[in-house]
């Protein structure tokens, strides 16, 4: 395999690592509201769905997270991800185009996708923990207010 054989490929699965998270976000944040609903009462109105956030960036859907988990861990590294991962896409573009500048820093960027991976990877392993321990708490909906 070339080096830059080997550049797309670790800039392509880094880059599907961050699809990977916007859709486990997703999930996890429209199964949180089916949860929070599943507890209310029919007469108690609440309409967040997770059609709210089908079409969010992954800085919205970060946010929307921080505020229904307690896994500020997780948190700081989604924001700190987040952040990078335009510079990523930019380079990542760049090297797959051919126009990397250099034999050294397109092995400093393979390494760095390859990072940056490992990250996703394990952030993705958090979130479907947290989903699994809400799917484990949840409760049917409540018939009436006494």
Same mark, same amino acid.
């Given at each position: ?25 997703? &999930? ?8 929070? *609903?599943?507890?209310?009462?029919? @007469?108690? +109105?609440? !309409?967040? /769905? ?48 051919? &126009? ?8 400093? *960027?393979?390494?760095?996708?390859? @990072?940056? +991976?490992? !990250?996703? /990877? ?25």
């Amino acid at each position: 395999m070339t080096n830059q054989e080997k550049y797309r490929e670790a800039a392509s699965q880094a880059l599907c690592g961050f699809q990977l998270i916007e859709e486990g976000l997703k &999930t996890y944040i429209q199964t949180y509201h089916n949860t929070v *609903k599943s507890y209310l009462p029919p @007469e108690i +109105t609440y !309409k967040h /769905t997770g059609a709210d956030v089908q079409d969010a960036s992954l800085g919205k859907l970060v946010n929307v997270f921080s505020k229904i988990s307690a896994r500020d861990d997780v948190i700081v590294e989604l924001r700190s991800l987040t952040r990078a991962r335009d510079e990523l896409a930019h380079s990542a573009f760049l090297g797959m185009v051919g &126009t990397s500048s250099s034999e050294i820093k397109s092995h400093e *960027k393979i390494a760095e996708f390859q @990072e940056v +991976t490992k !990250k996703l /990877t394990h952030l993705l392993l958090e979130i479907a923990r947290e989903m699994t321990i809400m799917l484990l708490h949840r409760q049917p909906k409540a018939s009436a207010l006494p």
